[in-house]
């Protein structure tokens, strides 16, 4: 019951958004349980009357052991039920021959039809709050902060928004469906047997706890081979999610037969799990059968032995029956909630993350940009490694910023910086004299458009991936922008135009199409701040020189900063900052720092430049 509870703890605040129709489907299971115990007293009563004991064409359940009320109750349901059932000695009339073959078709048409609109509610319920919490998982993950995606991995995010949720919904569907109906039928079952013959409930109820015990032995194991099992699962997705988008890696240096050994390796430990949680949830069966058939046949025993009535018996031995099902159902629901319970863990812990980056709770308004952006004393580390150190930069408004420097010395640290992914360890960022900790992350980002040599192209139209950046953009900016990238040509070529689907990665396209589409969206964002985060290091020659064209002319009349490998694409820049461990080692105009022996002359030369080039 503890799992049960932590988990509608958890739930609580998405299920009473719906809680009209839990309501509905918990009372309908309540009716289901109590409808159940009517079979004790159907079963009684028919043995009874068709007997040669029932010598009284009103007898009771029970007899003179019923208290007060219930016994007058039964009384008056006794007289009102005698015309329409079958008696010993007798003559049959019609209304005889209908309630004798009614009464139960009726009885299991009750009980099935509240069962069915029990299950049917709870599950209306499950479905749209397993929705809105894959949805609220989500907005949870894009809502933290670059660090914490630096760290996690692809399969353990895609676990966490489909595998732990498809566990809780298991549970809302089928477990508090189960919790609700079999509980309320086992007891209510019980209390009808004691109705029939006290001694014997009693009896009955001794056997009971030994049911439990194998429930709480290997639901505890149940929940150590789930806990195994999540974990190699992530791994694994996270394994088939790299073999999936390195597929070109993997085929050009034949490593086929590795990550299908890697990843067998993975599936053989998820069929050791899976096998495990099989062998402990198909044991509870045989167990729980088993000492309840060694309790029906003391039952058998105890009741030749008391001279117990036939009808009584049979009474007992539908109540057995009834009882049977439930209990190995309860049985089954302590896997359930064992092996939801981790899943409920894992979602819990991505909701209680923070992102490191906030936007403050009284925002100053950020204008449209017009002055400049000053970097002070900024230093900025990854856990305890620092990779910016004491940085004063100013970039001026219309203004065009080259930064250089080898693999490693911060460059695309500063652009995560300005994009605010990260805020200093040290020292401020300004954007028109504004802390960028003073404004929206939101009103910073709307003023920066992002041009980056991993080019992101999603499984939308092409339109719809140019207005990416400017969700509102209507089809005239979107064409206007495409025209503007030269991506207008080669988009009409495609079979419907603009309305085509480019596929997952835009993979059906050439990398300077993917390119000049990413620069249409820059162009559709309009943005007065513009980052090319080496926009052309992937592209072969000719397609640089097209897309360096385009990028050209979308520079015009921005703020541009420009992080290049090849230093040529930095010749048009107004000033250029050379970076080496974190820190600025040199700067200065392209020529000025051609003619230098310093850092950027040296790369320089390695690339076949020269003071005339």
Excluded at 343 to 366: C, H, M, N, Y
Excluded at 468 to 486: H, I
């Amino acid at each position: 019951m503890g799992n049960l509870r932590n988990i509608i703890r958890f739930g609580w605040p998405y299920l009473k958004k719906y809680r009209g129709r839990l309501f509905a489907g918990i009372s309908l299971g309540v009716l289901f349980g109590l409808v159940n115990a009517s079979f004790v007293w159907g079963t009684k009563t028919i043995i009874g009357r068709v007997s040669a004991q029932a010598n009284s064409p009103t007898a009771e359940l029970g007899g003179n052991m019923l208290p007060g009320f219930i016994e007058s109750l039964n009384h008056s349901l006794n007289v009102w039920i005698d015309p329409w059932l079958p008696l010993a000695g007798r003559a049959l009339d019609w209304q005889q021959v209908v309630g004798g073959m009614l009464l139960f078709p009726l009885l299991v048409a009750l009980r099935g039809y509240l069962g069915f609109l029990s299950s049917y509610c709870l599950a209306w319920v499950g479905e749209r709050v397993i929705n809105d919490l894959r949805v609220d998982v989500l907005r949870k993950l894009t809502s933290l902060s670059l660090g914490y995606f630096n760290k996690a991995t692809m399969g353990d995010m895609v676990t966490r928004v489909d595998g732990d949720t498809a566990s809780l919904h298991r549970c809302l569907s089928l477990g508090i469906s189960d919790a609700v109906k079999e509980p309320i039928t086992i007891v209510s079952v019980l209390v009808s047997l004691c109705f029939i013959n006290f001694k014997l409930a009693v009896f009955t109820l001794f056997f009971l706890p030994l049911c439990t015990l194998p429930m709480i032995a290997l639901g505890r194991k149940l929940r150590r081979s789930a806990t195994s099992g999540i974990k190699v699962g992530i791994a694994k997705s996270s394994l088939l999610i790299e073999a999936l988008s390195g597929i070109r890696l993997i085929k050009a240096y034949g490593l086929e037969d590795r990550q299908i050994a890697s990843f067998r390796g993975l599936s053989n430990q998820l069929v050791k799990f899976g096998v495990k949680q099989a062998q402990a949830k198909e044991q509870i069966n045989p167990i729980i059968e088993t000492i309840a058939m060694i309790g029906f046949g003391a039952l058998i025993v105890y009741s030749i032995h008391s001279q117990v009535s036939v009808s009584d018996i049979a009474g007992f031995m539908a109540g057995v029956i009834l009882i049977m099902v439930p209990l190995k159902r309860v049985s089954l629901l302590h896997a359930l909630f064992q092996q939801t319970r981790f899943g409920i863990d894992r979602l819990a812990a991505i909701f209680s993350e923070q992102p490191t980056v906030r936007d403050p709770s009284q925002p100053k308004p950020l204008a449209q940009f017009r002055g400049k952006i000053a970097f002070e004393n900024v230093s900025f580390a990854y856990a305890e490694r620092l990779v910016v150190t004491q940085l004063n930069l100013e970039i001026a408004h219309g203004k065009k910023l080259g930064i250089a420097g080898e693999s490693g010395s911060g460059k695309s640290t500063l652009m995560n910086l300005l994009l605010r992914f990260h805020d200093p360890t040290d020292g401020r960022i300004t954007i028109d004299g504004l802390d960028f900790r003073e404004i929206q992350q939101h009103e910073l980002r709307q003023q920066i458009a992002l041009v980056s040599q991993e080019v992101v192209i999603f499984d939308q139209t092409a339109a719809e991936n140019i207005a990416c950046g400017k969700t509102n953009a209507t089809r005239a900016e979107v064409e206007s922008a495409a025209k503007q990238a030269y991506a207008h040509e080669f988009i009409m070529q495609l079979p419907q135009g603009y309305d085509t689907r480019i596929g997952e990665r835009g993979m059906t396209l050439s990398g300077g199409q993917r390119q000049r589409l990413a620069i249409a969206r820059a162009f559709v964002r309009n943005a007065p701040i513009l980052l090319l985060d080496e926009a052309t290091a992937s592209l072969d020659s000719n397609a640089e020189t097209e897309v360096q064209n385009v990028i050209d002319q979308l520079s015009q009349s921005r703020t541009v900063i420009c992080i290049a490998h090849r230093l040529s694409t930095l010749a048009m820049m107004d000033h250029i900052i050379v970076m080496s461990e974190g820190r600025i080692v040199e700067q200065g105009g392209y020529q000025e720092l051609l003619q230098k022996s310093g850092a950027f002359s040296k790369m320089a030369r390695r690339q076949g430049l020269t003071g005339r080039d």
